[in-house]
């Protein structure tokens, strides 16, 4: 279950909000009850976001944003999915995946995200938006004047900047899903102790390894 608390039907009047209530999850449908989107997901981002109408509204505009940019729509796209697949969120980087489908890019560049670095199925300019996005997301904006300059060959400078506040943006959108646990980002922490062995107690491994010797 996410974190925060989930808004049913009858307990929001805002219009943006029963707005996409209505369109992702069917009219007087409520979707705490009866979750699922037509992705396939649950839809748990929109009922916990609807929290705040202001945050769920602003949240909105800035996916009419991205849309609304000249940069071509795959290099948005591969931004974005490896922003999701960067920052470890199983939401974004789902969601991503189908998006890019849909614009008809093949099953190999998708499944490529992933290894891009050693994968030769992507073009120059797309090598550049993913290592870019890589110095965006796990460099923490730390971007080396090479890949800047991949960049700035293929792309002019307002959409860099667009490439740059999308992707970032989605990152974002991880970061967030990953920490309220909504959608496919409801998973517990992977990274957990495996249990010893019955019997093991206190025993001293390393002490064992080096014959006693600190």
């Not at 796209?77 to 890019?105: D, N, P, T």
């Not at 093949?106 to 030769?120: F, G, L």
């Not at 010893?196 to 390393?206: K, L, M, S, T, W």
Request: charged content about 25%; glycine content about 8%; hydrophobic content about 40%.
């Amino acid at each position: 279950m996410p974190r925060l608390r989930q808004v049913r039907r009858k307990e929001t009047q805002d219009k943006l909000v029963r707005f996409f209530y209505d369109k992702l999850f069917g009219e007087d449908v409520d979707p705490v009850d009866s979750p699922g989107t037509a992705t396939g997901s649950p839809g748990t981002w929109w009922t916990v976001f609807a929290l705040d109408p202001k945050i769920f509204k602003h949240c909105v505009q800035g996916f009419q944003v991205y849309r609304e940019t000249s940069v071509d729509p795959v290099l948005r796209e591969l931004g974005q999915i490896r922003a999701g697949w960067a920052r470890g969120s199983q939401f974004v980087y789902s969601q991503h995946c189908k998006q890019m489908r849909a614009l008809g890019v093949p099953e190999e560049k998708i499944e490529a995200v992933a290894s891009w670095e050693v994968a030769d199925c992507f073009s120059e300019v797309e090598r550049a938006v993913l290592a870019y996005t890589d110095a965006l997301v796990l460099g923490g904006g730390r971007v080396h004047d090479g890949v800047f300059a991949a960049l700035k060959k293929h792309l002019p400078d307002e959409q860099i900047l667009e490439l740059t506040y999308t992707t970032c943006l989605y990152e974002m959108h991880a970061t967030m899903s990953k920490a309220l646990r909504v959608e496919f980002d409801d998973r517990d922490d992977p990274i957990v102790e495996v249990a010893a062995p019955e019997g093991y107690g206190a025993r001293d491994i390393a002490a064992d390894i080096t014959g006693g010797q600190g």
